[in-house]
């Protein structure tokens, strides 16, 4: 599953590092490309209609058709233009959305809440490694075959990918004797509601300064394809450390407070971005600290959702999913719109505000019942 998500997660996230090259490739802006990535993030709503699914055990299905999906988006984006990347976008996005929330579910059913933290943890390893592995190997397909060669290589990989999984998992997975019984559809608690929302928050803080990374490095620093394929892979690689940073301390320093711990780091590499003047050292490291922060933030706050309502957990998961796909579209059209207009100064404007409405609804979710 977690070799399964590290592919599908590359075909999600080389595109904003690189987006110099497919605004050369499409003849488009940085805002038109970020608009159209913001708004294929709304295809993330159909999560909302897997809830029942889920928590009926048919996680198996849901990834196996999620990585079917994506891999026909990458067919689809092979045709060159704008129109058929925002296609094949809002594709990508729906076998994403829908393979990443079965795959908590179907960890969150089997696994107890005192160490499902170190579980998804090791789950969400798959986004460091989009990057630390998956990015130089796209940067490669770039310099030797073009911006298509990326596309090729993940609609194969995908392909093989939804067969690993067929194959792997079992067709009517083993669940708690609590999630065999058909629940009526329940509506999410006041908690469960800032909880989700908490985590919703959290995601465009680190996400709104990520899809513009690539092109603020190029502007600013004039960093190639080549370089961006280099640091791409330190992003991945300290990535990877806060993902296993969450599976091996979070659920001992408590997953509330590693999740509010998270967002502070978040706006400390905010600062130091903010910083950098003409120094790419400097912006780099701050971009660096901010992904550290966010990812052990972020991921740390899927084991809180995941629990926010117990008897229905594939519900809350996928509602969860579905608030952050608002959230991440939001953001994603607003930092493009923010960074043509003021520069990276306006997009980290966007990022320590969600930062700072994160960690106020987790804090709020303490207080109820």
């Given at each position: 599953?977690?070799?399964?998500?590290a592919i599908a997660n590359?075909?999600?996230?080389?595109?904003?590092?690189?987006?110099?090259?497919?605004?050369?490739?499409?003849?488009?802006?940085?805002?038109?490309?970020?608009?159209?990535?913001?708004?294929?993030?709304?295809?993330?709503?159909?999560?909302?209609?897997?809830?029942?699914?889920?928590?009926?055990?048919?996680?198996?299905?849901?990834?196996?058709?999620?990585?079917?999906?994506?891999?026909v988006s990458s067919v689809?984006?092979?045709?060159?233009?704008?129109?058929?990347?925002?296609?094949?976008?809002?594709?990508?996005?729906?076998?994403?959305?829908?393979?990443?929330?079965?795959?908590?579910?179907?960890?969150?059913?089997?696994?107890?809440?005192?160490?499902?933290?170190?579980?998804?943890?090791?789950?969400?390893?798959?986004?460091?490694?989009?990057?630390?592995?998956?990015?130089?190997?796209?940067?490669?397909?770039?310099?030797?075959?073009?911006?298509?060669?990326?596309?090729?290589?993940?609609?194969?990989?995908?392909?093989?990918?939804?067969?690993?999984?067929?194959?792997?998992?079992?067709?009517?997975?083993?669940?708690?004797?609590?999630?065999?019984?058909?629940?009526?559809?329940?509506?999410?608690?006041?908690?469960?509601?800032?909880?989700?929302?908490?985590?919703?928050?959290?995601?465009?803080?680190?996400?709104?300064?990520?899809?513009?990374?690539?092109?603020?490095?190029d502007d600013e620093f004039?960093?190639?394809?080549?370089?961006?394929?280099?640091?791409?892979?330190?992003?991945?690689?300290?990535?990877?450390?806060?993902?296993?940073?969450?599976?091996?301390?979070?659920?001992?320093?408590?997953?509330?407070?590693?999740?509010?711990?998270?967002?502070?780091?978040?706006?400390?590499?905010?600062?130091?971005?903010?910083?950098?003047?003409?120094?790419?050292?400097?912006?780099?490291?701050?971009?660096?600290?901010?992904?550290?922060?966010?990812?052990?933030?972020?991921?740390?706050?899927?084991?809180?959702?995941?629990?926010?309502?117990?008897?229905?957990?594939?519900?809350?998961?996928?509602?969860?999913?579905?608030?952050?796909?608002?959230?991440?579209?939001?953001?994603?059209?607003?930092?493009?719109?923010?960074?043509?207009?003021?520069?990276?100064?306006?997009?980290?404007?966007?990022?320590?505000?969600?930062?700072?409405?994160?960690?106020?609804?987790?804090?709020?979710?303490?207080?109820?019942?």
């Open positions: 599953m977690t070799a399964a998500k590359t075909a999600l996230r080389w595109i904003p590092p690189f987006l110099p090259t497919l605004e050369r490739a499409f003849g488009v802006s940085t805002t038109q490309l970020t608009t159209v990535l913001g708004l294929g993030e709304t295809a993330g709503l159909s999560t909302v209609l897997v809830g029942k699914h889920l928590d009926r055990g048919r996680e198996r299905l849901i990834m196996i058709g999620g990585l079917s999906t994506i891999s689809i984006a092979l045709g060159g233009s704008i129109w058929t990347f925002a296609v094949a976008f809002v594709l990508l996005i729906l076998g994403v959305a829908n393979f990443t929330v079965a795959g908590h579910a179907w960890i969150s059913h089997r696994i107890d809440y005192r160490w499902r933290a170190r579980s998804i943890g090791l789950f969400e390893t798959s986004w460091a490694l989009a990057l630390l592995v998956g990015g130089p190997i796209i940067a490669i397909l770039i310099n030797v075959f073009g911006w298509r060669g990326p596309f090729v290589f993940l609609a194969v990989a995908c392909a093989l990918a939804a067969l690993g999984v067929a194959l792997s998992l079992p067709v009517a997975p083993r669940r708690l004797a609590g999630d065999t019984v058909d629940h009526p559809r329940q509506r999410l608690t006041p908690k469960a509601w800032f909880v989700v929302v908490g985590s919703a928050t959290l995601a465009p803080a680190g996400l709104s300064i990520f899809v513009i990374s690539g092109t603020w490095l004039g960093v190639s394809t080549g370089g961006l394929g280099l640091i791409v892979m330190g992003f991945g690689a300290f990535e990877l450390v806060a993902s296993i940073g969450t599976a091996t301390f979070a659920d001992r320093i408590g997953k509330m407070k590693s999740t509010l711990g998270g967002a502070a780091v978040v706006l400390l590499g905010l600062a130091v971005m903010l910083s950098a003047g003409g120094r790419l050292w400097v912006g780099v490291a701050g971009l660096l600290v901010l992904l550290i922060g966010f990812e052990y933030g972020f991921v740390t706050s899927l084991s809180l959702v995941s629990e926010a309502m117990p008897d229905a957990r594939g519900t809350t998961l996928a509602i969860g999913n579905a608030v952050g796909t608002l959230t991440r579209g939001a953001g994603t059209i607003l930092t493009g719109v923010l960074y043509s207009a003021y520069g990276i100064g306006g997009s980290a404007a966007l990022s320590a505000a969600a930062a700072a409405i994160s960690a106020a609804c987790l804090l709020v979710s303490r207080r109820l019942d």
